[in-house]
């Protein structure tokens, strides 16, 4: 990771239906609340954290259960994307103590940040999704779950990785971004993948009642404008904005933090969020 923009960044445990759950944050503020990709774990926003924090934020990275350091919910991955996005909206509340926050996320973070703007919206200051979508078809990935159906699982989530960041990439930038993919089990990984899969909340988008920002990166091949177009038709009332984010890919607030902030920052002016 860099250290142009380093503050300190504490890690914390709280209590999620019985379920003890890790986050990590630094600043005060408005809480701004970050949700990282599949199979991976709250690093992936050590270098934007920092960034929201000069804005004013109190950002918050959270490790989804399973991942990082938190457990998992009854010993079981989620699989349904909904159900995903109830328990950590509970987590949510806990830790902004019902201060309207902000909630971003990525890919799966992405999915879950459209997920409960479609139910919370209200309650939400702004929804920024980062490389993700109202749907976003993908095929099926219940043979992996178990590892002797694929041992090599943690080397195709490595590659798969790489392979949808921005080129050229760094030595140095794609042995982190590899290393980010460690921090999960090959189960709690699929299964994020499955959630990814079964998720659609196109016929709810309309509900959206808060600022909603969806961002892809060029290079992204998981995603598709046809895909944010779809996703931003519904949402009433001038909300939702999309933009292409130029020289990132599937990881924005690793590949090209500032760009990110950039873009997060002139959204949420232009939306008198801040």
Known sequence: MTTDHICEITGHYT?????RIYYE??????PFFCIHTAGACS?????????MV???????AIDLPGHGKSYPVNWQPFQVMHEYAEFVWKLIGIISG???PVVSGCSIGGNMVTDLACYHSEEMLAALAFEGAAITPFYQLNAYEEPHA???WHSIMEQAAIASSYK???????AELRWMHRFSSQEVAVSDMLCWANHNVLDKVKNIR?????VMGEADIFLSEELLDMTIAEIPDGLAEKRVGKKFGHYPMFEQPEALAQIVIDFLERKKVV
């Open 210 to 214: 808060c600022p909603y920002l969806v």
């Open 168 to 174: 050229p990439l760094s030595e140095e930038k794609a």
């Open 98 to 100: 019902g201060e309207k």
């Open 54 to 60: 000069q804005k004013g934020f109190r950002a918050i």
């Open 150 to 152: 694929c041992p090599g």
């Open 15 to 19: 209590v999620v239906d019985s379920t």
């Open 43 to 51: 690093l992936e926003f050590h270098d934007f954290m920092p960034l």
């Open 25 to 30: 944050e630094c600043g005060s503020g408005v």
